[in-house]
């Protein structure tokens, strides 16, 4: 799993000055979907990586279809667990993206851990006494990879530090809304 986190992010840094002319990754065509990497004998998509092996060959939000056919010779090299943790280590060059770091297989499950962590702290807002949970947007687009809804707020109120704020959420008994906030697309850049 390390080491495909870690192709995925190479492949979106490396190929970064593709998008430099864009003001959106969105406004690069097949970015994600295009062949971009070989790794042995085989070229990889970033989706192909993704949603590919990392996910467990599931569509990606918006489509119906695995990116890899049944009998694909990559999906010999998908990890045996999916974790959701997978989702705040993968870089996308834009600002509502994780960071962009380097992944250890020794320390995998420490890292992702850590990068969900600061995702959260960093894009989670509780509200109105705890009725109100203000998510990213890449909470809603991967619901599924969290449980639904309820799989969510658990995920996310289990990394909250404040005990005030997960008590008020926990005396809810799950009568808890969410909203997602917008994703922003736009590219990180030097000023």
């Known amino acids: 799993m390390a080491f495909w986190i870690n192709v995925f992010n190479a492949g979106v840094l ?5 998008l430099a002319g ?8 097949a970015f994600f979907e295009r062949p971009r990497l070989r790794i042995g004998p085989h070229h990889y998509s970033l989706d192909d990586i993704e949603h590919g092996l990392l996910r467990g060959n599931v569509a990606k939000p918006g489509r119906t279809r695995a990116p890899m056919e ?8 998908m990890p ?3 974790d959701e943790r997978v989702h705040f280590a993968l870089y996308s060059a834009c600002r509502s993206s994780p960071p962009l770091r380097t992944y250890l297989y020794g320390w995998l499950d420490r890292q992702l851990e850590e990068a969900a962590a600061a995702y959260v702290r960093g ?4 509200e109105k006494q705890g009725a109100l949970i203000v998510v990213p947007r890449l909470f809603q ?3 599924q990879d969290f449980g639904g ?3 969510i707020v658990e995920f996310v109120v289990a990394r909250i530090e404040d005990e005030a704020i997960v008590d008020m959420v926990d005396k809810r008994l799950g009568r808890v809304k969410l909203h997602y906030t917008e994703f922003d697309w736009s590219l990180n850049r030097r000023e």
């Open 14 to 18: 490396r190929d970064a000055a593709e």
């Open 22 to 29: 864009a003001s959106s990754v969105r406004q690069v065509q």
């Open 70 to 77: 049944r009998g694909d010779p990559r999906l010999e090299s």
């Open 80 to 82: 045996i667990v999916f």
């Open 123 to 126: 894009g989670v807002r509780v």
């Open 141 to 143: 687009w991967f619901a």
């Open 149 to 151: 809804e309820s799989g």
